[in-house]
């Protein structure tokens, strides 16, 4: 196997997250793209836990958590230190997206299908605003989180709070500023339109799709 192998949604902020740092890297990998409902039987073989994205090394390695991928890309080439040099950044990087993929992620499901929970949208959509609150002031002097380059921070938190976002837009960028000009700059980025190409999901002996430059 020469190339790696990515079980990929499009729409999945983890995925996503995971493919921003996979472009970023540059080396072609073979994008497998999964319908969810009916997940491809390798895929499961793989990684019984059923989630996407899974990465397969040409070695064999399996990478199965959003977080392990894209520091396994900056483990091979970081050219542009998006895994920042001082410690101290490092920590907070961490923890941003611990926090993220916790208490935000876990208000970001209620507020996005608030039809599905017992309280109101609204009252979903307050239960983030702390958290909203602290990336606006981290972004009010900076053009990215920890500072004037994007970096793995960037990377991480922008696929989830594009969801949070695009549930009620007008509203989200007339409280959040900053947050909606930093979604914005990367949402008309070129990297951004190689990560959300469209591809028809893969079926065991389908066609190749090499991603990304295929
Ligand atoms: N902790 C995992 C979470 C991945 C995850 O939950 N992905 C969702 C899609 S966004 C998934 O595959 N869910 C399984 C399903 O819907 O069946 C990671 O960081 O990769």
């Known amino acids: 196997m020469s190339h790696a192998i990515l079980y990929s949604f499009r ?5 996503m997250r995971a493919r ?3 472009d970023y890297l540059g080396r072609p990998l073979q994008l497998r793209e999964v319908v969810l409902r009916d997940k491809p039987a390798p895929l ?5 836990k059923g989630t996407v994205p899974v990465l397969q090394l040409p070695d064999g390695r399996v990478l199965e958590e959003s977080l392990d991928i894209m520091l396994w890309t900056l483990g091979e080439s970081d050219p542009q230190y998006w895994w920042p040099r001082r410690a101290a950044a490092q920590r907070l990087t961490l ?3 611990q926090r993220n993929d916790g208490a935000f992620k876990h208000w970001l499901d209620r507020y996005k299908y608030a039809d599905r929970h017992p309280r109101s949208q ?3 959509r307050a239960k983030a605003e702390p958290w909203l609150d602290r990336l606006e002031s981290m972004l009010i002097h900076s053009g990215w989180l920890l500072g004037a380059t994007f970096s793995l921070a960037d990377a991480a938190l922008l696929p989830f709070v594009r969801q949070f976002a695009m549930v009620d837009r007008p509203w989200f ?3 959040y500023p900053a947050l909606a ?5 990367w949402m008309v980025s070129e990297p951004y339109g190689r990560i959300m190409t469209r591809f028809a999901p893969w079926q065991p002996g389908g066609a190749v799709t090499l991603w990304p430059n295929g």
Do not use: E, K, M, V
């Open 11 to 15: 729409r999945c902020p983890y995925a």
């Open 20 to 22: 921003i740092a996979l």
């Open 44 to 48: 499961l073989a793989l990684s019984p």
């Open 95 to 97: 923890d941003l997206i």
């Open 122 to 124: 609204q009252w979903y």
């Open 173 to 175: 960028d007339g409280h």
């Open 181 to 185: 000009q930093w979604l914005n700059r």
